[in-house]
């Protein structure tokens, strides 16, 4: 079966440093979506990306954030100035064209976990 | 979107069926409802989708009653391994600008 690959699976880094997280989605998606989820808490909403841009994002997702598809393949989250509560584990997911049965199943990455120390 | 209720956490033995209900009294006309699995250090990964009465996959099994304001989420003689997070979340099922949004989940513990 296809899958949503992410690296690196672990990123520590020092408060105030640039992180990028790194997705390969799979190939024939269209929609591509990140997540986070803080240790013990519920999955939460970032942004989504299609045709080339954000179509939504949420409040956490404000201007230390930033997406990027740069190649056709991979698709980037990078967090500018990184700060203690960013701490979390970042899932990247995409999905098919949102038409028809199978189209509608996200498929989630496993992740990375972001430590910010 | 429609808000959901489920409960916060279940136990079940190994060989049983398990039966996770979810309430969705404000669901629209248009929603469809569909379950995550999320085992520790994972993403969520898709279980079912249904719209009203009964789906059933090599899975799990989804009861939506007529009047669609809950849905129970079936697995049958759960194993060690099926110990996750259940997600019931509810919308329209084209993803694309439609984000998921997932509640607290239901933390299933299943025991030997």
């Known amino acids: 079966e296809p899958e949503v690959t992410q690296t690196p699976s672990h990123q520590v880094t020092q408060m105030g440093q640039e992180v990028i997280l790194r997705c390969v989605p799979i190939s024939n998606h269209l929609y591509f979506y990140w997540y986070r989820q803080i240790l013990g808490q519920k999955v939460e909403f970032l942004v989504s990306f299609y045709n080339n841009e954000i179509s939504e994002k949420s409040e956490i997702f404000d201007d230390q954030f930033s997406v990027e598809r740069p190649d056709g393949s991979n698709f980037t989250l990078k967090i500018r100035s990184t700060k203690l509560e960013d701490s979390a584990m970042y899932f990247c997911a995409s999905m098919g064209t949102g038409e028809g049965k199978r189209n509608t199943e996200a498929f989630f990455g496993q992740g990375t976990r972001l430590t910010v120390v | 979107l429609a808000k959901t209720t489920q409960p916060i956490s279940m136990d079940s033995y190994e060989g049983q069926e398990v039966n996770i209900t979810c309430s969705h009294n404000?669901?629209?006309?248009?929603?469809?409802i569909t379950w995550y699995q999320q085992f520790p250090s994972q993403g969520p990964r898709f279980i079912i989708q249904?719209?009203?009465t009964k789906v059933t996959n090599e899975v799990a099994s989804l009861f939506i009653p007529a009047d669609r304001k809950s849905s129970t989420l079936s697995l049958p003689r759960v194993s060690l391994s099926d110990t996750a997070v259940y997600y019931c979340?509810?919308?329209?099922?084209?993803?694309?600008?439609?984000?998921?949004?997932f509640g607290k989940g239901t933390r299933l513990s299943v025991i030997a």
């Open positions: 404000n669901i629209a006309t248009n929603d469809y």
């Open positions: 249904g719209y009203k």
């Open positions: 979340l509810v919308g329209v099922p084209l993803g694309g600008n439609t984000p998921l949004v």
